[in-house]
């Protein structure tokens, strides 16, 4: 078999695996899906199983010798491997289950390469590590993250392990959020990929260390390579001394953001 893969970059590889992965949900939407209960209310559909399958086969194929952490497979690969890929191949899952688009197809090598594939807009957003860029339609166009939009994306998804101190309905009700920003819920870490593409101003998400969450590596890697602000939601660096998310497209969003946070318990 020959190897198609072998001569690609990291940032190439991303980019077709997801764009393999993001193929799958596309072919696969509309139909009726088996679901496969996660506990907890959480589920995943064979979409998300062959999902994953098709992206590990393009990994596997460009990079036998790499570990992979995929959202339904786990661990796999070597315990030892130098580098490993971190794969989501459907988040949002709920929405496409019940005919909703909005989902995100994640794949991100841990400190390097990433994409985030749409599969309905088409649109691949993909990052070297050093820059970040769109492609629609074989055109790559660099992202510039701008806060024009006032377009909040805000996690209402439980749990809520910052409660009290962060209640995201707090947030969305504060005198100094309404007058700045309008919220927005999307659902999918699609809206990290719209912060770095200018398409939102910021989005925010409760948790605890989500750098290395197959869910949100990619989306994280996009926004700091195209050069937003990401923190987590107490000013520290996303990571384990951090809670949960803010990106945000500038300084000046993502400082009155953190100050909006600050004080959104007392309204």
Not at 101 to 112: C, F, H, P, S, Y
Not at 125 to 137: K, N, P, S
Not at 207 to 221: M, P, Q, R
Request: aromatic fraction near 6%; proline fraction near 4%; charge should be negative.
């Amino acid at each position: 078999m020959i190897n198609t893969y072998a001569s690609c970059d990291d940032t190439g590889v991303a980019i077709a695996a997801a764009g393999a992965g993001a193929d799958v949900v596309r072919s696969m939407y509309g139909r009726p899906l088996t679901r496969v209960d996660k506990g907890a209310g959480d589920f995943a559909t064979a979409a998300d199983i062959e999902a994953e399958r098709a992206i590990l086969d393009v990994i596997r194929t460009a990079r036998p010798d790499d570990a992979i952490r995929g959202e339904e497979g786990g661990e796999q690969g070597a315990a030892e491997a130098a580098r490993q890929w971190l794969v989501d191949p459907l988040c949002g899952t709920l929405n496409y289950a019940v005919g909703t688009m909005l989902v995100a197809v994640n794949v991100a090598l841990r400190d390097g390469a990433a994409a985030v594939a749409d599969p309905f807009s088409g649109e691949v957003f993909f990052t070297d590590g050093e820059t970040a860029a769109v492609r629609r339609g074989g055109v790559d166009t660099q992202l510039a993250p701008t806060s024009a939009t006032g377009l909040v994306d805000v996690n209402l998804d439980p749990p809520f392990p910052g409660a009290p101190g962060l209640r995201a309905v707090d947030l969305l009700a504060h005198p100094g959020f309404v007058d700045r920003f309008r919220p927005r819920v999307v659902s999918t870490t699609l809206a990290l990929a719209w912060v770095a593409a200018g398409k939102r101003a910021a989005y925010v998400t409760d948790g605890g260390d989500l750098s290395e969450s197959v869910h949100f590596a990619a989306g994280i890697a996009l926004c700091r390579a195209a050069g937003c602000v990401v923190t987590g939601i107490d000013g520290a660096p996303v990571g384990e001394a951090g809670r949960g998310l803010v990106a945000a497209a500038d300084t000046e969003t993502h400082d009155l953001l953190m100050t909006l946070i600050g004080n959104g318990s007392r309204g």
